[in-house]
C-alpha cells in the first residue's frame, strides 16, 4: 500500500490502491448496512491512519457523508494532518467537558468531517467503553453515512478492541514482514472475542518485486 502524502492539500489525490479497496469494502457496506468502520492495526506505523485518510476522501468523493474519528486517545494524530488543535475532541466529550456541537469539525473538503481524540486522558478505556460512546456512536449515525474510526495498536492496548466493538465492522491493517503470523492470529482471535466483525485484512507496505 502506498504512503500518507504529509500534505493535507493533497487529500483528493488518492492512489489507485485504496480505491480497490473500496470497490471490495463496498460489497460489505451494501450488503450489511454497514455505517461504522474502525480501522486496526497491530502495531505503531502501520499504515492505519493513512488508510483511514484515504477511505474517508474516497467515500466523501462519492458523495457520501463521512466523519473520520481518532479514537486513539493515548498517541492521537489525526489532528495533525488538518493542521488543528487536540485541546478538545473525543476525551473531552465523554469527559462531558466539551459539548456535541463543538465536537464536530470541518476538514474543508466537501462531505468530509472529523473529530480530533482530545488530550489523553488518565482512562482512555473507561471513556471508550461508556454509555456516553455508545451514545455518540448513535448520534453520528443520524448525521453521517460513514464513521471511519482511527485506533490505537491493537496488540499494545484494550483499547483498540474496545473502540472495535464500538462499529459495524473492522479493516484490519498490516505492515508486511513486521507482525508475525502468531500475532496476527491472536488479534484476530481477540477480535471475534471482542465480537468485532472483521471485514477484511489490508496487507501494507509490500514491496513488489520487478520482473
Not at 55 to 83: E, I, Q, T
Request: hydrophobic share 40%.
Amino acid at each position: 500500500m502506498p504512503t500518507w502524502k504529509d500534505n493535507f492539500d493533497k487529500l483528493p489525490q488518492v492512489e489507485e490502491t485504496y480505491v480497490e479497496l473500496k470497490v471490495n469494502l463496498d460489497f460489505s457496506i451494501k450488503k450489511s448496512g454497514i455505517q461504522s468502520l474502525a480501522i486496526l492495526s497491530a502495531g505503531q506505523g502501520e499504515g492505519r491512519t493513512t488508510c483511514c485518510l484515504n477511505l474517508a476522501v474516497l467515500y466523501a468523493k462519492a458523495g457520501k457523508k463521512v466523519v473520520v474519528l481518532d479514537a486513539n486517545l493515548r498517541n492521537p494524530s489525526l489532528h495533525s494532518w488538518f493542521r488543528d488543535s487536540n485541546q478538545t475532541g473525543l476525551s473531552t466529550y465523554l469527559a462531558k467537558r466539551t459539548p456535541y456541537g463543538e465536537l464536530v469539525k470541518d476538514s474543508g473538503y466537501s462531505n468530509l468531517m472529523y473529530i480530533p481524540a482530545g488530550t489523553s486522558p488518565m482512562n482512555p478505556s473507561e471513556l471508550l467503553s461508556s454509555v456516553e460512546m455508545d451514545s455518540l456512536m448513535a448520534e453520528l449515525k443520524q448525521s453521517f453515512d460513514l464513521i471511519i474510526m482511527d485506533t490505537p495498536p491493537a496488540l499494545q492496548h484494550i483499547d483498540a478492541k474496545i473502540a472495535a466493538s464500538k462499529c459495524d465492522g473492522v479493516l484490519l491493517v498490516l505492515e508486511y514482514g513486521k507482525v508475525k503470523p502468531a500475532a496476527a492470529l491472536k488479534l484476530k482471535e481477540e477480535l471475534v472475542h471482542a465480537e468485532a466483525r472483521l471485514l477484511g485484512t489490508v496487507l501494507n507496505k509490500v514491496v513488489r518485486k520487478s520482473s
